[in-house]
């Protein structure tokens, strides 16, 4: 999830079990411990563009590492913030490790995939449920937050939990619907889906993007969820092969290793872009849901050495437009 968002849940896990004398406090350090695991976006490298795409969401976001990340966001207030805190070391580690347990859990909601399960596997988990940012899902918590702190009354952080619990529990009445629906698509269409991903496009939980392999094909397609469904049909792309697409790719090089990399991050549905032969597509995320216009991509080159990695590509200009044609999608005005 996005920041703010991830920083109000663990607020509102330890509004819920703080003394009320020490609300505002609690909240501010909750909030921050929040935020910790994010601290792994900053292992990257300049020499390979795709190391950051391995780390981050892996050992930060991870359940066994919760005690130590907790432990190290405590060690951080109660060194540099003590006399604010007030509070014996046992309760701000407590805090610190509750709101920091929080982060993966809830990324693990969302469908970029979080390694909880690291290191006995290196598995994305991803639950599909709600976009990375989701204004309505995020909104009301930050208020009924605010007024719990300036109230002083946490029954307003009860009304905080008792919006995301309903809020993610939409999600998934929505995503069930758009599952029914996708199967019937499949049958009437005569394909046998092998793999099939039901996700919410972004910020909303409305337009649901679907995403499943037949035959070899990738079929991408949207379903508007309101009272009444509407299937919106969308394209297909051809799943990589690389043998087919590469013919002059050494299979021990760094860029076909950096492939099997991306593939590993994006759950093998990767397709070449018919736009950009060079470039390798992950079609699980795109700017509108129904079509091909990916978040990003890796790109090859077939004139470099050996030892070079690929070029990561993401394509923010087609995102901008995009999100003015999904606003069209989701108040029905296409």
Known sequence: ???????????????IISNKKKLLVITVISFLSALAPDLDIFIRSEYDPILFLEFHRQ?????????????????????????????????????????????????????????????????????????????????????????????????YSYFALGWLVIYLFLSYIQQHRATILINEIISQRN???TRLIVKPSFANIIVWKTLYESDNYYYIDAIRLTSNSKFIPGTKTKKLNIEESFPWLDRKSKQAIDIERFKWFSDNYLSQSQKYPLQIMDVRFTSL??????????????????????????????????????????????
């Open 59 to 155: 050992f930060t976001h991870s359940l066994i590492f919760i005690p130590i990340g907790g432990l190290l966001c405590a060690l951080f207030f109660n060194l540099f913030i003590p006399k604010a805190l007030n509070m014996p070391f046992k309760h701000i580690y407590i805090i610190c490790t509750l709101a920091y347990g929080t982060h993966g859990i809830l990324d693990a909601f969302t469908s970029y995939g979080t390694q909880l399960l690291w290191p006995f596997t290196d598995e994305r988990i991803a639950w599909h449920l709600i976009s990375v940012i989701d204004p309505i899902f995020t909104i009301p918590i930050l208020l009924f937050i605010m007024t719990a702190v300036i109230k002083n009354k946490k029954l």
């Open 1 to 15: 999830m996005d920041p703010v968002s991830q920083g109000l849940v663990g607020s509102v896990a330890c509004q």
């Open 191 to 193: 394909h046998f889906g």
């Open 289 to 334: 849901p129904h079509t091909l216009s990916p978040l990003w991509s890796i790109e090859l080159d077939p004139e470099i050495d050996s030892s070079s990695h690929v070029k990561y590509i993401t394509n923010r200009g087609v995102n901008e437009r995009g999100y003015e044609n999904l606003w069209k999608m989701i108040i029905d005005n296409e």
